[in-house]
């Protein structure tokens, strides 16, 4: 088992290393520096995923609305995680729509609407991400297995690549995210956007 252990730890360095690739860098100050000049314009965030993603999703959202490192105002997100709006939804129009209703309901001009899925073939992220372009939302998508058919959609797109399974995936995906409100917070902090309580 121990050696098994050191592999996957190995597997999860190795995904982690992906963001230090110019590509994912130039990524991660892209979306920080997009969700700074949102939030100092007054609009939101609104976050899908699905199983381990929309956990991702609601810990992404919790992060603004919460607090990350240290004391400051909240920041407007929304994880479109809400039980009673997905089972209706699914129940009434059906499972590939209910992010895509979610971001109809809270969607404006210039709010962030950001994807998770490892496959990028998820059909209600995209309708999703087809119904933010359509509301003049921007868009962000973080992605694995080559992108699928989410690849190419999104105004900003995150690859996790050369694994098959989501959970490596899933984990670079976090901190990216993590690592996205680190600098978005100083970008905010350094412009004075955004104060202590």
């Known amino acids: 088992m121990k050696k098994a252990i050191v592999e996957a730890v190995t597997d999860?360095?190795?995904?982690?290393?992906?963001?230090?690739?110019?590509?994912?860098?130039?990524?991660i100050e892209k979306m920080a520096l997009m969700m700074a000049e949102g939030f100092a314009c007054g609009n939101k965030i609104i976050v899908a995923g699905n199983g381990g993603s929309l956990c991702d999703a609601a810990h992404f959202a919790e992060?603004?609305?919460?607090?990350?490192?240290?004391?400051?105002?909240?920041?407007?997100?929304?994880a479109l995680a809400d039980p009673g709006h997905l089972t209706c939804t699914a129940n009434d129009k059906g499972f590939e729509w209910v992010f895509a209703r979610g971001v109809e309901a809270y969607g404006k001009p210039k709010d962030l609407f950001v994807g998770l899925t490892t496959s990028g073939n998820s059909p209600?992220?995209?309708?999703?991400?087809?119904?933010a372009k359509e509301r003049g939302l921007?868009?962000?998508?973080?992605?694995?297995?080559?992108?699928?058919?989410?690849?190419?959609?999104?105004?900003?797109?995150?690859?996790?690549?050369?694994?098959?399974?989501?959970?490596?995936?899933?984990?670079?995906?976090?901190?990216a995210?993590?690592?996205?409100?680190?600098?978005m917070e100083a970008e905010m902090m350094a412009k004075t956007t955004i104060g202590l309580n």
């Open 12 to 27: 999860c360095v190795n995904a982690l290393e992906q963001l230090k690739t110019p590509q994912n860098v130039a990524f």
């Open 63 to 78: 992060e603004l609305t919460g607090y990350f490192r240290s004391e400051r105002m909240a920041l407007p997100a929304i």
């Open 177 to 183: 995210i993590h690592i996205v409100i680190e600098m």
């Open 124 to 131: 209600n992220l995209i309708r999703a991400f087809e119904t």
């Open 138 to 175: 921007k868009t962000i998508a973080f992605l694995g297995k080559g992108g699928g058919k989410l690849k190419g959609v999104a105004d900003l797109e995150l690859i996790i690549e050369n694994f098959t399974t989501s959970d490596r995936i899933q984990e670079a995906h976090m901190a």
